[in-house]
Nanobody, 122 residues
Framework: QVHLVESGGGLVQPGGSLKLSCEVS????????IAWFRQAPGKAREGVSC????????HYAYSVKGRFIASRDNAKNTVYLQMSSLKPEDTAVYYC???????????????WGQGTQVTVFS
């Protein structure tokens, strides 16, 4: 059974940094794509990043490119999202999820964690 648990969210001022973690179980990280999505109130779930299972390359939404870094630790079955230069627009619940390959379409994924709240506010 696939299980994902996000952690690391919190309140941070604009320009600050946070590092999110996603602990996964039920599968090996290197066999599947691992993606981060976020959802703000009243908005659709939005793709943030994805790590491809084939070569481990990370892909990012334009809105976070250059500010966020996704990585994985296969031995620990953990995925990370290092977020820097945070903006109020980054405020959302952040979720991790898995799939056969990377897409930025939320309907392509079916297994989600509970999410972790990130609030960027001064």
């Amino acid at each position: 059974q696939v299980h994902l648990v996000e952690s690391g969210g919190g309140l941070v001022q604009p320009g600050g940094s946070l590092k999110l973690s996603c602990e996964v179980s039920g599968f090996n990280l290197d066999d599947y794509a691992i993606a981060w999505f976020r959802q703000a109130p009243g908005k659709a779930r939005e793709g943030v990043s994805c790590i491809s299972p084939s070569d481990g390359a990370a892909h990012y939404a334009y809105s976070v490119k250059g500010r966020f870094i996704a990585s994985r630790d296969n031995a620990k079955n953990t995925v990370y999202l290092q977020m820097s230069s945070l903006k109020p627009e980054d405020t959302a619940v952040y979720y991790c999820t898995t799939g056969d390959f990377c897409t930025f379409y939320s309907d392509d994924y079916s297994d989600w964690g509970q999410g972790t709240q990130v609030t960027v506010f001064s």
